[in-house]
T-cell receptor, first 113, second 110 residues
């Protein structure tokens, strides 16, 4: 257990509203990631962070922003949610050790109506 | 980042050994091969990682031929609880923009 929590676990929101998902870790790992998972697409990287205030875009970053003001929290924001952003969102951390193994959180199921 | 190809789905009976092969023809010299397992409604879980030949841990074995253009994840004597999606990833250690793809859905049958 890598001490990763995500909040909320489920959310239903309307098109056009802002949404923020939170990922919290308890073990001060350097790397944190946000993925989305949709049927037929596997997991796709949205954004990742390699330190406080250090972030970079992933494969599907359009429509999403992230912030990391402290080591333990990585926030994913949908500025104006759209129905195409209905998905399951997973946060992950990497220990940065020899394998760069990633540990995943429990996921957040987001529905945009 | 090396592109990977793996079967979309596989079925196996309980107690059998299951081998899932992943093709990665354009693997680079510094690339490692990593496998993850994902159960329904959960995030993926790291299973095993290797560079060449054979790697074994308490969960699985990973076989990598000399040319490294493919790899095989071997699960010994599967049980119903091994029903999951298995992902093959290829890339440099420390490369952050990993691609999971759609994986192989393994269904274990009683």
């Amino acid at each position: 257990d890598a001490g990763i929590t995500q909040s909320p676990r489920h959310k239903v929101t309307e098109t056009g509203t802002p949404v923020t998902l939170r990922c919290h870790q308890t073990e001060n790992h350097r790397y944190m990631y946000w993925y989305r998972q949709d049927p037929g697409h596997g997991l796709r990287l949205i954004h990742y962070s390699y330190g406080v205030k250090d972030t970079d875009k992933g494969e599907v970053s359009d429509g999403y922003s992230v912030s990391r003001s402290k080591t333990e929290d990585f926030l994913l924001t949908l500025e104006s949610a759209t129905s195409s952003q209905t998905s399951v969102y997973f946060c992950a951390i990497s220990t940065g050790d020899a394998t760069y193994e990633q540990y995943f959180g429990p996921g957040t199921r987001l529905t945009v109506t | 980042l090396a592109k990977t190809t793996q079967p979309i789905s596989m079925d196996s009976y309980e107690g059998q050994e299951v081998n899932i092969t992943c093709s990665h023809n354009n693997i680079a010299t510094n690339d490692y091969i990593t496998w993850y397992q994902q159960f329904p409604s959960q995030g993926p879980r790291f299973i095993i990682q290797g560079y060449k030949t054979k790697v074994t841990n308490e969960v699985a074995s990973l076989f990598i031929p000399a040319d490294r253009k493919s790899s095989t994840l071997s699960l010994p004597r599967v049980s119903l609880s091994d029903t999951a999606v298995y992902y093959c990833l290829v890339g440099e250690r420390g490369y952050q923009k990993v691609t999971f793809g759609t994986g192989t859905k393994l269904q274990v049958i009683p």
